[in-house]
């Protein structure tokens, strides 16, 4: 029997079984006493406000539901049908493994497994999601998560020792949720329609979705290029990116407030969605994106351990950290002005210190000192912030590219050469 590997972040839900993949936000729609689960409600989220629900996951009770929302009775209810929707959807496996976030408080992850027994499916398995994320990589600095839901953030921090990475804490940042940057992010898109072609997008329902839709593509493409163009209602408005920099200034300065002042060797790993806020991932020293199917690869490479079957669950967080497996990560987004343009540099493997060759982590190099370097196709990309940096005997600025034969130092410390070991 095939498990499903559940993964619970009420901002993108992900299903894994077989062959199937499933995302299902946690929107919960009302439409004629049933309920739509995901995609389809949060289409409707501007049209018809009064029949949505997003909170259930993060305020999951048995607490009557304010206000009513159909037949559900509280919050759990709601979660039910969404988790009953997921098994259908998913080729209805018989067992699951879930990884839920760490901003769950006691209470609710007794209120989940007892749901979970009214499901058609077993719960097979109960792990923290940020521990299984951070079990991807290893490194002597410290280690955070950072976990963007729908009505906050949150920043785990991991401790490595001993071969595991363990949690440490769990700090919920209040207010700076995905949906409150969204509404940052269009409030100032709408400004900027009025100012350009007198039409506010925000002044009905039906083109108020319609900018909500158009959201996710503009801010990837913002992610590529310093302007884009958004398109609603046959009304077209251009966007730079400097002006929609401050929709996460209360994610960025919440975030590096939980983690206190930056140590060499940190590292900040988060999921995907964080790396669409405008920004964040050049003002935060030390961020790696995760890639999308990173819970899938940590959970399936710790199943043996995580499954127990016919025994309470326990609540796993600690784990191996699997040096062996290459974390899989996605390059954060950068502004035009800053994407590499020179020729491609020659390629290097491996950082020279006196005798010693250190090994470039496919996954990028922690320097120390706030400093890294990250992989593209170009070369090697120096970013960081902190003590001064001198490449080739110059001081430099972060996003300079680097290859073989280039030297690093920084601050006073040793020379680092750049070369390539051939097998």
């Known amino acids: 029997m095939t498990i499903a590997l559940l993964d619970i972040n009420d901002s993108n839900l992900q299903l894994w079984h077989g062959g199937a993949h499933l995302q299902s936000p946690g929107y919960a729609l009302l439409v004629d006493r049933q309920y739509r689960f995901g995609n389809p409600a949060r289409a409707a989220a501007r049209l018809q406000?009064?029949?949505?629900?997003t909170r259930y996951w993060w305020q999951l009770s048995t607490e009557p539901l304010q206000p009513a929302l159909g037949?559900?009775?509280?919050?759990?209810?709601?979660?039910?049908?969404?988790l009953q929707e997921l098994h259908r959807e998913g080729g209805q496996p018989g067992e699951m493994l879930l990884a839920v976030s760490g901003s769950m408080?006691?209470?609710?992850?007794?209120?989940?497994?007892?749901?979970?027994?009214?499901?058609?499916?077993?719960?097979?398995?109960?792990v923290h999601r940020s521990v299984a994320l951070g079990s991807l990589h290893s490194g002597s600095g410290r280690l955070f998560h950072l976990e963007v839901q729908l009505h906050q953030a949150v920043i785990t921090e991991l401790a490595q020792r001993d071969g595991q990475v363990e949690l440490q804490r769990t700090l919920?940042?209040?207010g700076t949720g995905l949906l409150?940057?969204?509404?940052k992010l269009v409030e100032t898109i709408a400004t900027a329609f009025i100012r350009q072609t007198r039409f506010d997008p925000c002044r009905k329902a039906i083109t108020e979705q319609q900018l909500y839709d158009?959201?996710?593509?503009?801010?990837r493409a913002l992610g590529r290029d310093n302007e884009t163009n958004i398109e609603v209602n046959g009304y077209r408005a251009r966007i730079n990116r400097t002006e929609l920099l401050g929709a996460g200034q209360r994610l960025l300065e919440s975030a590096r407030d939980a983690m206190g002042a930056a140590q060499p060797g940190d590292k900040v790993?988060?999921?995907?969605?964080?790396?669409?806020l405008p920004g964040l991932a050049e003002r935060l020293p030390g961020l790696q994106l995760l890639a999308p199917d990173s819970v899938r690869t940590a959970l399936e490479h710790h199943i043996e351990r995580l499954v127990e079957r016919g025994q309470a669950l326990s609540f796993v967080t600690a784990l191996p950290v699997l040096a062996d497996a290459a974390a899989p990560v996605q390059p954060a987004p950068q502004p035009a002005s800053q994407v590499p343009t020179a020729a491609d540099r020659p390629a290097a493997t491996h950082l020279l210190q006196g005798h010693r060759a250190l090994p470039l982590a496919a996954a990028g190099q922690t320097l120390g000192q706030g400093w890294s370097l990250h992989p593209t196709p170009a070369g090697w990309l120096l970013r960081g912030a902190g003590a001064g940096v001198r490449v080739n005997g110059a001081t430099r600025d972060p996003d300079t590219l680097l290859g073989g034969g280039d030297t690093l130092r920084i601050g006073d410390g040793p020379?680092?050469?750049?070369?390539?070991?051939?097998?």
């Open 71 to 82: 037949p559900a009775r509280h919050t759990g209810d709601l979660v039910h049908a969404q």
């Open 105 to 126: 408080q006691r209470d609710q992850l007794a209120l989940l497994l007892g749901i979970v027994q009214q499901c058609p499916f077993s719960a097979v398995g109960l």
């Open 214 to 219: 158009a959201l996710p593509d503009a801010l």
């Open 49 to 53: 406000p009064r029949d949505i629900n």
């Open 415 to 423: 020379e680092l050469l750049l070369i390539e070991v051939t097998p």
């Open 180 to 183: 409150q940057v969204q509404e």
């Open 269 to 276: 790993i988060a999921d995907p969605l964080a790396g669409l």
């Open 172 to 174: 919920p940042l209040p």
